[in-house]
């Protein structure tokens, strides 16, 4: 079946990388996908990967793909209080329409 | 160019009555979702839309209806409203796969 799962919660002082892990099941997801959302607000795309890549840098984000173990990763270098929100995992699905399927999502506290 | 445009930002509705979420895009995106956001459980696909003309169901379609009679617009209907569906509901479009979804700021809905 489709899952993502994702820990609910992670804590990191400021300065200090961030590291958010989630797990997927279906093996035939295209594209995968970081989002995060702040208080009282939509979803906004960070980041993604392309199921054939390792990983991806962009400025402070990077993301890793271990599709064998279907881990993926997002670390936030040198963590900002403003970084503060909920962090969603998402993979979309090759099911010839455009499906895409999010995990719980992590909140992540920022301590100054 | 206003993104995702959804209406009403909150409503209180009774047990059974009936009534549409608005959806509207103005980026001449092909693909539109409706998610449900739950505390704990991420987000959850509703329905969803490859296309004017075309829709599909997602993990918990039941209670609700879509239709996509054009490419802007993905009304959700509830079709006699329960307390279950007390929830934060998020439209979404996209382009295609690689450029992820743009989300609309959400309705609130209550159920009592």
């Known amino acids: 079946g489709e899952d993502v799962e994702q820990s609910l919660f992670l804590s990191v002082r400021e300065g200090d990388s961030s590291v958010i892990n989630c797990t997927y099941t279906?093996?035939?997801?295209?594209?995968l996908y970081w989002y995060k959302q702040e208080p009282g607000a939509g979803l906004q795309l960070l980041t993604y990967?392309?199921?054939?890549?390792d990983m991806k840098q962009d400025q402070r984000l990077t993301v890793l793909l271990n599709k064998k173990d279907k881990h993926l990763s997002l670390r936030i270098a040198d963590t900002q209080t403003g970084d503060s929100a909920i962090y969603f995992c998402?993979?979309?699905?090759?099911?010839?329409?455009?499906?895409?399927?999010f995990g719980a999502g992590t909140r992540l506290f920022v301590k100054a | 160019n206003a993104g995702v445009t959804q209406t009403p930002k909150f409503q209180v509705l009774k047990t059974g009555q009936s009534m549409t979420l608005q959806c509207a895009q103005d980026?001449?995106?092909?693909?539109m979702s409706w998610y449900r956001q739950d505390p704990g459980m991420g987000l959850r696909l509703i329905h969803y839309?490859?296309?004017?003309?075309?829709?599909d169901q997602g993990e918990v379609p039941n209670g609700y209806n879509v239709s996509r009679s054009t490419t802007e617009d993905f009304p959700l209907r509830l079709l006699s409203a329960a307390p279950s569906q007390t929830s934060v509901y998020f439209c979404a479009s996209s382009y295609g796969d690689r450029d992820g979804y743009t989300f609309g700021s959400g309705t609130r809905l209550t159920v009592v």
């Open positions: 279906d093996s035939s997801s295209t594209y």
């Open positions: 980026m001449n995106h092909e693909y």
């Open positions: 990967i392309f199921s054939n890549m």
């Open positions: 998402a993979e979309s699905l090759n099911t010839g329409g455009f499906k895409t399927i």
């Open positions: 839309s490859v296309g004017a003309g075309i829709t």
